[in-house]
């Protein structure tokens, strides 16, 4: 059925190819919303270890976003394979990018630049949730771009900074993260654009392996190789020793606020060793997300973890951020492995709650996979209220 959907849709030309684009959209998320409407997640037991299960809130029906933020989350794969494998998904990105410039022409959130002993890093919000950023040597006057899906915006920020742009990092392929790659290093020509090999990222110049590093003035970036959402999906640590900083870990659609990305193109096993890559770093790590997603997800991790106070305050600050547009980021680790479920597949009280248990052969990394998984479900089921 995907092939004669990726068929009938390629055979078109200009407007009957964006009315079947719409018509593929409407129809799965139509589909989905009917097959799943009463649809309720199941139970588990308390932390205190009753036997009896207990039922999830009630909040946790799934409903279909009218508009979706990800512009995957609410197909399927049909319309993945149209998203990144033919040039339909850089019309819907160019359709996205449209609209959210006319509804956020100062962008989706209002943004406070870091500053370091000599290095800034700068937010940018980009079509309706995303962010880029700008990493700025201040003293060379030199700028990396990580996923600049906005050129204008990212383009706007560069020249407000009077910062020449050097380098462009991007964490995967999808659009939303890679769609300016072109655009800005057309105009910027001694731009280098880095990313991974396997993941058929645009207007790639240096390809990146695990642990290469990049380095631009007194920045000094390291990248790591965390598949799952996309099979070359790359996060990169910007190392905070040279300016006597905290590190920073721009993570791509790999992890957020309370969240982590969706397994286009893994597993739960893949997923969870990059997640254990993340973990290996330190608390103090400054997360700097590609979404902006924290509302969303602390509602869906006060659902599986009720009891978690580290949780509940968060949301009560991220809320407040949230009344007057202003961006969550950036969290910590460190605050990360408090509240966010999907680097708590160690904790018992989950596992007791939602996870299988230890396998026949006891192997911990099995189970902890199987509650990644089962988390991962639930939360494409959840919708905040």
């Not at 870091?114 to 962010?131: A, E, H």
């Not at 920045?219 to 598949?227: C, D, S, V």
């Not at 254990?276 to 330190?282: A, F, N, P, S, Y």
Request: with cysteine; hydrophobic share 30%; net charge positive.
């Amino acid at each position: 059925m995907a092939a004669v959907v990726a068929a009938t849709a390629l055979k078109g030309r200009g407007a009957r190819n964006a009315r079947v684009l719409r018509g593929i959209l409407a129809g799965a998320t139509a589909n989905k919303a009917s097959h799943n409407r009463t649809r309720a997640l199941q139970s588990h037991s308390s932390p205190e270890g009753k036997e009896e299960p207990e039922p999830l809130s009630p909040e946790l029906e799934y409903i279909p976003r009218k508009r979706g933020k990800n512009p995957m989350k609410a197909v399927g794969l049909a319309w993945y394979s149209l998203y990144t494998r033919t040039w339909l998904g850089y019309l819907f990105y160019r359709q996205q990018l449209r609209r959210a410039r006319n509804r956020y022409p100062k962008g989706h959130s209002k943004t406070q630049p870091r500053l370091f002993n000599g290095v800034k890093v700068l937010p940018i919000p980009v079509l309706s949730d995303n962010y880029s950023y700008l990493i700025i040597d201040t003293q060379a006057q030199l700028a990396v771009a990580v996923d600049p899906s906005d050129p204008r915006a990212v383009q706007a920020s560069i020249e407000k900074e009077g910062v020449t742009l050097v380098a462009i990092l991007c964490t995967h392929k999808h659009w939303d993260h890679s769609g300016g790659n072109r655009d800005l290093s057309r105009r910027h020509r001694d731009c280098r654009v880095y990313g991974s090999p396997q993941d058929g990222i645009p207007y790639l110049t240096h390809p990146l392996c695990h642990q290469d590093v990049v380095s631009v003035g007194r920045l000094q970036i390291r990248a790591l190789a965390t598949p799952g959402h996309t099979q070359g999906h790359l996060v990169y640590l910007l190392d905070g020793e040279p300016y006597k900083g905290p590190s920073c870990l721009f993570s791509g659609d790999l992890l957020f606020l309370s969240g982590c990305g969706r397994t286009f193109e893994g597993n739960a096993e893949t997923m969870l060793s990059s997640l254990d890559t993340v973990l290996g770093l330190g608390d103090d790590t400054l997360l700097w997300p590609g979404h902006e997603y924290a509302e969303e997800n602390l509602g869906f991790a006060g659902v599986v973890e009720p009891d978690n106070l580290a949780r509940e305050r968060k949301m009560q600050w991220v809320q407040r951020q949230r009344l007057e547009r202003k961006g969550t980021c950036p969290s910590t680790l460190g605050e990360e492995r408090s509240y966010n479920p999907f680097l708590r597949t160690h904790c018992l009280a989950l596992q007791e709650a939602l996870g299988p248990g230890p396998g026949p052969t006891g192997d911990d990394d099995c189970s902890r996979a199987q509650l990644l998984e089962e988390l991962r479900r639930l939360k494409d089921m959840h919708k905040s209220k």
